[in-house]
């Protein structure tokens, strides 16, 4: 049993790198702004915050592959990246990455000078994230008793 509390912590601190990994999208048109204006720190602190939350979100993601793989024996099954609708939860993620996919696009093409366009990439590229481990093993061997 503490082999799986250990587990869905570490599943849990790995959804919130991910979370603010897409959440350095919506900083990006500020911090390219200042940078203009003469200020470059913002763009350092998003650069930093981009390049360190996607690494930390796919190293914690890497450990969670391992520490399920030591704890059960069954590993068969595909990727969660090319899987779909697999449960409740990832049935709403698909929804979520459909709509905000063609959002994205729809903006990009009628309406590309707006911020809406940084909303749509971090919904996006969060939403595709969650589509990927909503849909795969780890999840599923997280929920399952």
Request: glycine share 8%; proline share 2%; hydrophobic share 55%.
């Amino acid at each position: 049993m503490k082999g799986k509390q250990n587990y869905k912590t570490l599943f849990i601190t790995s959804l919130g790198f991910m979370f603010l990994f897409s959440g350095s999208f919506l900083i990006m048109p500020l911090a390219s702004a200042w940078s203009l204006g003469g200020n470059n720190i913002l763009i350092l602190i998003t650069g930093l915050w981009f390049w360190l939350t996607a690494i930390l979100a796919g190293v914690t993601f890497l450990l969670i592959n391992r520490k399920r793989k030591a704890l059960t024996i069954d590993n068969k099954g595909n990727p969660g990246i090319i899987c779909f609708c697999m449960n409740p939860w990832a049935k709403i993620a698909d929804f979520a990455f459909g709509a905000s996919l063609l959002g994205l696009t729809v903006t990009v093409i009628f309406a590309m000078q707006t911020y809406f366009i940084f909303i749509l990439s971090s919904l996006s590229v969060f939403s595709f994230l969650m589509h990927c481990v909503l849909n795969g093993k780890n999840f599923k061997f997280l929920t399952e008793q």
